[in-house]
């Protein structure tokens, strides 16, 4: 994915209008299962690729989130965390682009170590840990000039009651494929 892309969709997230995954009837059919499962996407991912999943980390690194992002997790405007791009592959195609906010607060005792992910799935890490709990879901429409309609959706996730936010774009590729049940 080019960086401009990765820019339009970054900016489009952070001014959109969220709706509850609840509203599935918003959402059309043939991404109602992508968007509203609430289990790990990774697993999901996996499956639909026939175990040819990888991560590609596009950008990780200590930055200011966008208003929205500020606001859903509860920070003060101004302070940094660390924002983690990646894209999601299936069979080597780019298939979702994850964008996750994690908070300094988060990032203490033994979950430090999402400072070092890396090309590791960061749901892989998530659905393993004991004390996650996942909030609802929210989805949302983009538009993109060079992409058309893409559907995105967000979520907090809470270790040990501290918070993350975790926003996946999925991309035209992914209609093609075929939803694991």
């Known amino acids: 994915m080019t960086s401009s892309i990765r820019h339009l969709l970054t900016h489009n997230l952070a001014g959109q209008h969220w709706i509850t995954a609840a509203r599935r009837n918003l959402?059309?059919?043939?991404?109602?299962?992508?968007?509203?499962?609430?289990?790990?996407l990774t697993l999901r991912l996996t499956r639909a690729s026939h175990n040819?999943?990888?991560?590609?980390?596009?950008?990780?690194?200590w930055g200011c989130p966008s208003a929205s992002e500020a606001r859903v997790l509860g920070m003060p405007g101004r302070q940094v965390a660390i924002i983690r791009e990646v894209e999601l592959?299936?069979?080597?195609?780019?298939?979702?682009?994850?964008?996750?906010?994690?908070?300094?607060e988060t990032l203490t005792g033994r979950?430090?170590?999402?400072?070092?992910?890396?090309?590791?799935?960061?749901?892989?890490?998530?659905?393993k840990d004991p004390d996650m709990r996942r909030g609802p879901l929210?989805?949302?429409?983009?538009?993109?000039?060079?992409?058309?309609?893409?559907?995105?959706?967000?979520?907090?996730?809470?270790?040990?009651?501290?918070?993350?936010?975790?926003?996946?774009?999925?991309?035209p590729p992914l209609q093609r494929v075929q939803y694991p049940l």
Do not use: M
């Open 138 to 171: 929210q989805v949302c429409r983009l538009h993109s000039p060079e992409l058309g309609e893409l559907w995105a959706r967000r979520s907090l996730f809470y270790l040990s009651e501290k918070p993350l936010l975790v926003c996946e774009v999925f991309l």
């Open 89 to 104: 592959l299936g069979q080597g195609e780019p298939w979702v682009y994850a964008r996750s906010v994690i908070p300094e």
């Open 27 to 40: 959402v059309p059919w043939q991404w109602r299962n992508w968007l509203c499962d609430r289990g790990s």
């Open 52 to 61: 040819q999943f990888s991560v590609r980390l596009l950008e990780q690194g």
């Open 111 to 127: 979950h430090r170590q999402l400072r070092h992910l890396g090309a590791t799935s960061l749901g892989a890490v998530l659905f």
